[in-house]
């Protein structure tokens, strides 16, 4: 049985666009065109995920996406034309998962789609942060004795050098560390050009975590401080 998911947006051509390529994708969809309709519709089991518009008439999306999340924990990706980090902020705080911003690239758009989807049928709704062992930062799941790193619920193949790394960014996140300390704990020895090397890491570690390794989402420089890995 295909998954299947449920486009929200008033404006037909952009729910025909997303609709094509996640069928394309292999997806069953159903589609709607303002809140009180996603809700009808989402209200049976079949719905795994929603993407929905925030600006719509008869409901709008944030309020559609409050009255979902009472009744269930299927992923929601918000979509809108604005672009302002407070509306993101809202978005995420109302219950959203993801947040995408229009114009938006399609494949990137199917991507997001796939990680939410691989998260929620992989984790389900089980708390693992409050196992000891386990650090959980949104998409990222860390098992520090195993020194193991999930994305979406699948293993990443890390190098042992991209591990330490991963390792001290996961056990203080949001905490920002210059390149020289990065290099002095991870090598164990004095920096000695550190910013590059430590560079290259970040550059590998992000192509493997984040959907868009050219706007991470988790792996941020922090310009004229050094890196850190974003608290979600």
Same mark, same amino acid.
């Given at each position: 049985m295909?998954?299947?998911? %449920?486009? /929200?947006d008033d404006d037909h051509e952009i729910v025909r666009a997303i609709s094509i390529v996640l069928e394309r994708e292999g997806y069953q969809v159903l589609r709607a065109y303002d809140? %009180?309709?996603?809700l009808e519709l989402a209200s049976g089991n079949? /719905?795994?995920? $929603?993407?929905?518009?925030? $600006? $719509?008439? @008869?409901m709008d999306g944030l309020s559609a /996406? %409050? =009255? %979902?999340?009472?009744r269930r924990n299927i992923p929601i990706i918000v979509l809108s034309a604005k672009?302002?980090?407070?509306? =993101?902020?809202?978005?995420?705080? $109302?219950g959203a998962d993801d947040y995408v911003t229009k114009p938006f690239n399609p494949m990137e758009l199917a991507a997001r789609v796939r990680s939410q989807l691989r998260r929620y049928t992989s984790l389900g709704d089980i708390n693992a942060g409050s196992q000891k062992n386990v650090i959980v930062n949104g998409r990222l799941t860390y098992d520090t004795d195993a020194r193991m790193l999930l994305v979406d619920g699948e293993a990443v193949?890390?190098?042992a050098t991209e591990t330490k790394i991963v390792d001290l960014f996961m056990r203080n996140l949001g905490r920002v560390f210059p390149a020289e300390e990065i290099y002095r704990r991870v090598w164990q020895e004095d920096a000695f050009a550190a910013e590059n090397t430590v560079m290259v890491h970040i550059r590998r570690i992000r192509e493997k975590i984040e959907l868009?390794? @050219?706007e991470?989402?988790?792996l941020k420089v922090v310009w004229g401080i050094g890196y850190k890995i974003e608290k979600k």
């Amino acid at each position: 049985m295909h998954e299947c998911v %449920l486009v /929200v947006d008033d404006d037909h051509e952009i729910v025909r666009a997303i609709s094509i390529v996640l069928e394309r994708e292999g997806y069953q969809v159903l589609r709607a065109y303002d809140g %009180l309709e996603a809700l009808e519709l989402a209200s049976g089991n079949q /719905v795994q995920l $929603m993407i929905i518009d925030i $600006m $719509m008439p @008869k409901m709008d999306g944030l309020s559609a /996406v %409050l =009255k %979902l999340r009472e009744r269930r924990n299927i992923p929601i990706i918000v979509l809108s034309a604005k672009s302002e980090d407070t509306d =993101k902020i809202l978005g995420l705080s $109302m219950g959203a998962d993801d947040y995408v911003t229009k114009p938006f690239n399609p494949m990137e758009l199917a991507a997001r789609v796939r990680s939410q989807l691989r998260r929620y049928t992989s984790l389900g709704d089980i708390n693992a942060g409050s196992q000891k062992n386990v650090i959980v930062n949104g998409r990222l799941t860390y098992d520090t004795d195993a020194r193991m790193l999930l994305v979406d619920g699948e293993a990443v193949r890390l190098t042992a050098t991209e591990t330490k790394i991963v390792d001290l960014f996961m056990r203080n996140l949001g905490r920002v560390f210059p390149a020289e300390e990065i290099y002095r704990r991870v090598w164990q020895e004095d920096a000695f050009a550190a910013e590059n090397t430590v560079m290259v890491h970040i550059r590998r570690i992000r192509e493997k975590i984040e959907l868009n390794p @050219k706007e991470p989402e988790y792996l941020k420089v922090v310009w004229g401080i050094g890196y850190k890995i974003e608290k979600k």
